[in-house]
């Protein structure tokens, strides 16, 4: 679902441009946290092909059990062939 070129911006995460590098970030975060849950509220679609949305995120850690809560919004920039090509996360 991702262009090659795609970027993700995240304040926990940080800044990665490239099909590969996020996958695999992805890929460490669902083996760290395999029952993450998100509940995406309030969508609107934005004149530039996106979707903004709001997010609550929970997910218990693994190896230590430790329960994690998150809230936030994001916005998925998509390509004219309808391909993800910007991530962008933000807490609130």
């Not at 903004?52 to 929970?58: H, K």
């Not at 809560?69 to 390509?79: D, F, K, N, P, W």
Request: aromatic share 12%.
């Amino acid at each position: 679902m991702f262009e090659n070129n795609v970027s993700y911006h995240s304040p926990n995460v940080g800044i990665f441009k490239g099909q590969e590098k996020i996958s695999a970030i992805m890929h460490g975060f669902f083996h760290q946290y395999p029952d993450a849950y998100w509940e995406a509220l309030n969508y609107q679609c934005d004149t530039n092909q996106s979707v903004l949305f709001d997010f609550s995120m929970t997910a218990t850690h693994a190896e230590t059990g430790e329960k994690t809560h998150r809230e936030g919004a994001e916005q998925i920039a998509l390509t004219e062939d309808g391909l993800i090509s910007r991530l962008d996360v933000n807490r609130q």
